[in-house]
Every structure is written in structure tokens, then in C-alpha cells.
Nanobody
Framework: VQLQASGGGLVQNGGSLRLSCAAS?????????MGWYRQAPDQQRYLVAS???????NYVDSVKGRFTISIDNAKNMAFLEMNSLKPDDTAVYFC?????????????WGQGTLVTVSS
């Protein structure tokens, strides 16, 4: 399964961005959950937001009320709407998917997309 993340860029303090993550494979699969992680320079990667295929969401406290994660099961895509961005949100954002086929399951990472918030 390949994950393609996109939507990062440079934005001013208080601005907005929308990240997208598209999952694809030559095999039939379904997505059980997707998550967005971020990693700032010299820091560990950590989970920012996650969503299950049924729509249950979870957010790290620092983004609650500002970020919204959503999923399109039909298109095998997840999105992260980021509003009121702050310089502390600057990081490389990675998507991760938990997927399952008819006889297999696995967890996969996208390549990351850079978000830079200027002060």
C-alpha cells in the first residue's frame, strides 16, 4: 500500500492549510484507521490526530479546536484541516494508515509533507 501525502507549504501565523493523504494499492484493501503525525527538527515524531473508518477521532491537546481530521472511505483518503496555525505547528507531517486486505493487514507511512508557519 502506498500513501501519498500533500498539501504542505509556507503559511503565516494564524493561517490555514489542508493536508491530504491518498492510499493506493494493486490489491483490494480497506482502511481501518488513518493518522497524522508530525516531527519537528531534533524532536520525536508523534501523533497529532487519528480517525477510524467509522469516524471516531482523537487529537493531541495542542491542536484541539484548531485541526480537524476527516476520512473519505470511498476514495481511501484522509484529510487534516489546520486552522489558526502557529509557529509551533511547523514540522514535517506524515500520514499513517492501518489497512487490511482479504488475508493480510499492515500499517503504512506516507513520505511526509513540510508545513512551515512563519511568525
Amino acid at each position: 500500500v502506498q500513501l501519498q501525502a500533500s498539501g504542505g507549504g509556507l503559511v503565516q501565523n494564524g493561517g490555514s492549510l489542508r493536508l491530504s493523504c491518498a492510499a493506493s494499492s494493486g490489491n483490494i484493501f480497506s482502511i481501518n484507521a488513518m493518522g497524522w503525525y508530525r516531527q519537528a527538527p531534533d524532536q520525536q515524531r508523534y501523533l497529532v490526530a487519528s480517525i477510524t473508518s467509522s469516524g471516531a477521532t482523537n487529537y493531541v491537546d495542542s491542536v484541539k479546536g484548531r485541526f480537524t481530521i476527516s476520512i473519505d472511505n470511498a476514495k481511501n483518503m484522509a484529510f487534516l484541516e489546520m486552522n489558526s496555525l502557529k509557529p509551533d505547528d511547523t514540522a514535517v507531517y506524515f500520514c499513517r494508515a492501518e489497512v487490511a486486505g482479504t488475508t493480510w493487514s499492515g500499517k503504512f507511512w506516507g513520505q511526509g509533507t513540510l508545513v512551515t508557519v512563519s511568525s
